[in-house]
């Protein structure tokens, strides 16, 4: 997860999500154990992600990578979770494409054009709008959510 640069609130967020998921799963899984451990994705760019993902299967044999919430820190990352098969979930990579980087990746988050979709039918439906304009970014969230409007993946 990210716990630095702009999408650190996320890695936190997420974190205190699984700290409060763990508390009553303890007694749930014993006598196995579950250790979690954290590491920084790094930059959005995903220049530091396929190093740590490597530490982390390699070194420290994790079986499960769980996070990543940028598209080119799931890039970065796919090709190492392929030739390790090691499963990874996707808990914030919106991107419609992060799943099909790998047959280990799990998106269990939303995709961008869920909210977009659910929107436009309720302006049809309910306020019976029959035009809409939509605006967004120019980088593959953006255009995915785009895509997503009249073609859901």
Same mark, same amino acid.
């Given at each position: 997860? /990210?716990? $630095? *640069? +702009? %999408? &650190?609130?996320?890695? =936190? ?5 699984? @700290? ?22 790094? /930059?959005? $760019? *995903? +220049? %530091? &992600?396929?190093?740590? =993902? ?5 070194? @420290? ?93």
């Amino acid at each position: 997860m /990210p716990y $630095s *640069g +702009a %999408n &650190a609130d996320l890695g =936190a967020v997420q974190d205190k999500a699984i @700290d409060l998921y763990m508390k009553p799963a303890r007694k749930d899984i014993a006598p196995h154990t579950v250790e979690i451990i954290k590491r920084d994705e790094g /930059p959005p $760019s *995903g +220049a %530091n &992600a396929k190093t740590v =993902a490597t530490e982390l299967i390699t070194r @420290d044999k994790v079986d499960l990578l769980l996070g990543v919430c940028v598209l080119a820190v799931a890039i970065a990352m796919a090709p190492v979770v392929t030739q390790a098969k090691v499963l990874s979930f996707y808990r914030q990579c919106r991107t419609r494409g992060s799943p099909l980087l790998s047959p280990y990746i799990v998106r269990f988050s939303f995709s961008m054009w869920h909210d977009g979709y659910a929107m436009g039918t309720y302006a049809a439906d309910k306020l019976k709008c029959k035009t809409a304009a939509t605006a967004y970014t120019d980088f593959p969230p953006g255009q995915g959510f785009d895509r997503g409007l009249s073609r859901p993946a």
